[in-house]
């Protein structure tokens, strides 16, 4: 019996994308159970996908539904139900409301789906081949036929009612299931070009009102064996590919003591073979007390990453969290500084119970508390999640619109197809325009701290007492001042007014115009996060301009500061940006910078430079670039005229910042 699983994704553009992890577990529990009597294959691009239909049909498709690939599926499964009607389409993932008429609207809306496999899959799954195969033996047949049988989790249409049920929570061994990576199913993904995923557990205990990781898993965490996850991480490593990253896949790492010995493994197969050059870890919501340690064996390798998502306790009750205190917080800050070169949290806009000012209060507090990359953004409202139900939307007052998802559309087979994601607009504590203030607030508030333009002075101005996020308002309601600049923010007001679809047909209407698509598609980078910088430093007029009207600001409302560091300290964050350094025709990744005692003492103090004890400080600063992050980004530079995408690019693959030369830094 031949299958075909996909776990589709956008690959119009080049990029790095995920090794299908979750689709691999479903046939390698498929091949336990049928073993020679089916053959199954993978795959996570559209046209791979049609194209093999075209040349052998399979008995099965099978389809994962994610809030990135809703269209692409939708496009693909129709496509196979217009040419193979009697087709089976099985489908499965979080991206669907689990309640029995959310099940059932989503089965009448997306009506080429035969059966919908809720929660973990591998068990439905392989059962319904096992009865595919018994009954049929290679015989033809159809959705409908499949849509008799009676199995947990697997939800189907029959004359319009729907037929299934949920199955009981599943407490067994999690290595009954076989691995995907040992049975060597997802050796044609161990390619640079995908991101590889290891789960060490399954399972969220936390209930968080947005999220859909701890419903979709459901809330008892479960564990793989230490040693299959080793063998599974060391066969990888073996194949002798270099990839971008590695992600650990848990929803809470760090959650059990164990996972210091994980982190000794990862670091002990780091150090052995050197897989990847960077990993993706989703730390414990909690901050147990043994993520220190295991931030401290990954030195290098992964950043630290506590989620807060908001730091109002009234946010925090509506949403069903409780963050850790910020007396334990201080704690794991002074100890995370150390050993991990970012801090980063997420702060979420949209939020039940959060107004434009416990908004601002919020990214104030995880910058004063040491985070120096800060995420989050508008929330989107994931289906399955509690904040996403049509009582919550009532109850909060949401109104909502729809973006396109980053990248998340191309041309396929001809046609155009593209991903919008519905993110909250306005609740009963805060209107549209604030959430427009606040965008336009966040973005240059992004580009300062978490890409870094200005974080030699904005960690200054923290320790002088004030407020940043109170500098960057004071910026947009005074941009005038400097009519370059007001142009600048100007640009990046419409821009924040002009992503926004009253729905996801506006939007698909506004993109089937020619032109419209042809620039879209010519430029494809929609984070106005990285893209106003890059705005900014495509022209030094505009570049210029905005660091005049921080100067103006800086001196008409904060007076008491002096102003010869606060010159200095401007010149310094300049000198750092290798990009502009680059467009101006200054290639060099050593530069030596004169500073006074006081600048010098200042940026000591804030422990951007080191000090020895008994030693004068220096009267210049030595910084540089790695050499082979500066050839990349020069040679990104050359092989295109620059743009704002180009740019917004570079900024998400490669640090762009001159840092001080040890031994005067930490």
Known sequence: MIVYLADLVHNYFPG?????????YLAAQAKKCLGNDVEISLFKYCDDLLDAIDR??????????????????????????????????????????????????????????????TFEGEIPFAGLLQQAWYRFQNAPFSGNDLKCFDIDSCFSLVDGMLHGRHSVEITGDLDDIPSPYLTGLLDPFLKPEFIQLFESNRGCPYSCSYCTWGSSARSHVRKFSFGRLHDEMEYVAKKGVTFDNWTVADANFGIFPRDIDIARDIREIY???????????????????????????????SNAYIAFQTFDPQVERLINRKNISLERLQELAESLSTVSE??????????????????????????????????????????????ETSESRDRNEISTKYRLVQEGFGMYRGHFVAE????????????????????????????????????????????????????????????????????????????ARNEWFD???????????????????????????????????????RYESFYQLIRVVLSRYFPALPAAILEELLHLCKTRNYIVRCLSGKTETHVSLSLSDETIEQLQNMHYLGSRTGEKAPSRIQLEINESMAQSIRDSLQRTTPHVQALSLLFQKFPIYLKPVLPHSL
């Open 16 to 24: 790095l994308n995920t090794v299908p992890l979750n689709i691999g």
């Open 56 to 117: 052998k049909r399979p008995a099965i498709v099978g389809l994962s539904n994610y809030t990135w690939n809703e269209s692409l599926n939708d496009f693909a499964a129709r496509d196979i139900k217009r040419r193979f009607p009697d087709m089976p389409i099985i489908m499965g993932g979080p991206n669907i409301r689990n309640d029995r008429e959310g099940i059932q609207n989503f089965l009448k809306t997306n009506d080429y789906i035969d059966i919908y496999i």
């Open 342 to 387: 970012r801090f980063h949290t997420d702060i979420l806009l949209g939020l039940p119970g959060e107004t434009m000012e416990s908004h601002i209060r919020s990214l104030q507090c995880a910058f004063d508390q040491g985070f120096d990359s800060i995420g989050g953004g508008e929330i989107r409202l994931l289906k399955g999640s509690e904040l």
């Open 503 to 541: 729905s996801r047909d506006d939007g698909i209407a506004f993109f089937s115009n020619d032109e419209r698509r042809k620039n879209l598609l010519e430029n494809p980078i929609i984070k106005l996060n990285y893209d106003f910088l890059a705005y900014l430093m495509l022209s030094m007029e």
């Open 420 to 495: 919008f994601e519905e993110s909250v607009r306005s609740t009963k504590w805060i209107t549209e325009e604030e959430m427009i203030i606040l965008r336009v607030l966040r973005a240059i508030f992004f580009g300062a701290v978490s890409i870094g333009e200005f974080n030699p002075l904005m960690k200054y101005l923290r320790n002088s007492g004030v407020r940043v996020v109170d500098l960057i308002r004071k910026m947009i309601e005074e941009k005038d001042l400097v009519p370059a600049a007001s142009r600048c923010i100007d640009w990046l007001f419409e821009k």
């Open 271 to 301: 150090e052995k073979y050197h897989p990847f050059h960077a990993m993706t870890i989703w730390w414990d919501k909690n901050a147990q007390k043994q993520i220190v340690e295991i931030a401290q064996i990954l030195k290098g390798l």
